[in-house]
């Protein structure tokens, strides 16, 4: 069965730093591009980050500078890094990944708090 499998989130200050991860098993991995959503309380899930096949990636304005997605093929792990912290990246962070069809992990929570 596939699996998408998010840790790293937790509780930061403004201004810090995260690196969430999402391990998955059951896909070809190499083949799939894989992305970061994000669901804030009371609002509808967006994509942060995406990651192709080939290594391009695109982001949300809002974190353009400041997240990092990246791909480790033979770790089959997509990484998010988050720098420079704001209050308002607080959320729900999701793994997806996605060829055929699409495949969501469970979430990691990110609190952006002073």
């Known amino acids: 069965q596939v699996q998408l499998v998010e840790s790293g989130g937790g509780l930061v200050q403004p201004g810090g730093s995260l690196r969430l991860s999402c391990a998955a098993s059951g896909i070809s991995f190499r083949v799939y591009e894989l992305g970061w959503y994000r669901q804030a309380p009371g609002k509808q899930r967006e994509l942060v980050a995406s990651?192709?096949?080939?290594?391009?990636?695109n982001y949300v304005d809002s974190v353009k500078a400041r997240f990092t997605i990246s791909r480790d093929n033979a770790k089959n792990t997509v990484y998010l890094q988050m720098n420079s912290l704001k209050t308002e990246d607080t959320a729900v962070y999701y793994c997806s990944a996605a060829w055929a069809q699409p495949y969501w992990g469970q979430g990691t929570q990110v609190t952006v708090s002073s």
């Open positions: 990651i192709r096949s080939d290594g391009s990636t």
